[in-house]
């Protein structure tokens, strides 16, 4: 699989791609949002995006790939310094994968990186379909959040939820999907299905 590191620190984008070459990964680094975007990007399996860079910050980056049906199906994971739940509800909101603090832990970043790729095998294959190139989605026993809609379906019904219930329920359920344990994230979403059986309402 083809990775993108991209980071204004050269010396962090040639970390990132020692360290994930050595698991297997083709690495591509740029230095800059603006280089990055003259890249062939629908090559690239996940892109590695630092938030605070130049005159185009991750998070700019992030949303002209996502408003794009040949880039939106790519998965984003951030690496930045800043922290805050403001700061990790807005990437994930533009439809991030993932959010890695600085100073980065290169176990982590593997494990994390290894455990977005999982999921994004894994919806698709939930699905039962091929997607759209513009799928956002998280799928599961009938239960669907679409992170770019900002929508949650019950076999096929909308739930009525508020921004801030939705906000809570993609973090959760994006969290546990990225975490190493699948089958807790299954049981829990089973959970999630039947505590949704009646619409929130507002």
Request: charged residues 25%; negative net charge.
């Amino acid at each position: 699989m083809k990775i993108l590191v991209v980071d204004d620190e050269q010396d962090i984008c040639e970390i990132l791609q020692y360290n994930l070459e050595t698991e297997g990964f083709e690495v591509v680094t740029a230095n800059s949002a603006e280089e990055a975007l003259l890249l062939p990007l629908h090559e690239f399996s996940l892109i590695l995006l630092d938030v605070m860079m130049g005159e185009m910050s991750g998070f700019q980056m992030a949303r002209r790939l996502k408003d794009s049906p040949a880039t939106a199906q790519i998965p984003i994971i951030f690496i930045t310094a800043l922290d805050g739940e403001d700061n990790l509800v807005k990437g994930l909101n533009i439809g991030a994968d993932d959010y890695i603090a600085k100073p980065l832990s290169m176990k982590e970043v593997k494990a994390r990186v290894r455990a977005v790729l999982r999921r994004t095998t894994y919806t698709l294959s939930q699905q039962g379909d091929t997607p759209t190139s513009s799928d956002n989605r998280i799928c599961y026993e009938g239960i669907t959040l679409d992170l770019n809609a900002k929508t949650v379906t019950l076999d096929g019904e909308e739930l009525v939820c508020t921004k801030q219930e939705f906000e809570l329920l993609s973090f959760s359920a994006v969290m546990l999907l990225n975490s190493l344990l699948i089958s807790a994230c299954c049981s829990a979403l089973v959970t999630l299905r039947w505590f949704t059986a009646t619409p929130i309402r507002k």
